[in-house]
């Protein structure tokens, strides 16, 4: 399960998975499209599970914007300098998801037993749709960058393809810890089918939690290796990490094969 040196990368979603971020980042799409086109947005495109290179395509073709490619890189620059300068507003909205900071901390400190006994451990960072700033800008409203190597993570302006992130993340990980990260030492952890889709095609271990806007059966028929009812409980986190998530999808998540976690429930704004 883990990779050359017994190294386990550990690749977080935020929105919904880590974070509540009380619709931040949609509202800096307002903002953003209104200073680039001189009026207000008519729609966001779907959010959830995307990157924020494809929403802002999808959302420019929406609003009828000519040639929207030729306009998605100015949009991420001008998003980014927004986001960089969200910090009150994003601490006054952004909140961790419950059990998500003893989640982070109770990894940091099963690498740290690890580490005494053999080589390697757990290094945790991000793979998320967010583009780098307002990642940050998120988790650090939240409290949760202590346990994150944001320099080791993936980011929603890299490509339109969330599965694309994960080999871009291995990268930058095994440049940082001289590890492969390979097959199952990748375990990617987030709340939509979108983030379990892009573990499976990576070859990678996906750990799904229902907090957003998908119940337990929905991740479970993705084909999410693990599915947790949120994060409250650390060692059916620790169990599903490390441990290959072999405990039945049906027990970790608390519901029966047949009853799953009832209907789809409405999208969330990130």
Partial sequence: MTGTGGELLVLWDIDYTLVNSGGLGADLYQVVFSQMFGRPLPELAP????TDRAI?????ARASVPRPEEHV??????????????????RARARALPGAANALAALSARAALD????????????????????????LGAA???AHLDLDAGAYGD????????????????????GSAFDGAATVLVGDTP?????????????????????????????????????LTDTCLLLSAVHDGGQLPVCVISGVRPSAACGPSRPRQQR
């Fill in 158 to 177: 890299a490509h339109e393809v969330r599965a694309e992130l994960v080999g871009l993340a291995r990268q930058r990980a095994r440049a940082a810890y």
């Fill in 73 to 90: 890189d100015a949009f991420i620059a001008l998003l980014g300098k927004h986001a960089a300068a969200s910090g009150d507003v994003a």
């Fill in 143 to 145: 409290g949760l960058l």
């Fill in 47 to 50: 959010m959830a599970g995307r």
């Fill in 194 to 230: 979108l983030d379990v889709a892009a573990a499976l095609t990576a070859g990678a271990r996906a750990v799904a939690v229902a907090t957003g806007a998908y119940p337990a059966a929905d991740l479970a028929a993705a084909g999410a290796h693990a599915v947790l009812p949120d």
């Fill in 115 to 138: 580490a005494t006994a053999r080589p390697g451990g757990v290094r945790q960072s991000v793979l998320t749709g967010n583009i780098r700033p307002l990642a940050e800008a998120k």
């Fill in 56 to 60: 802002i395509l999808a959302t420019l």
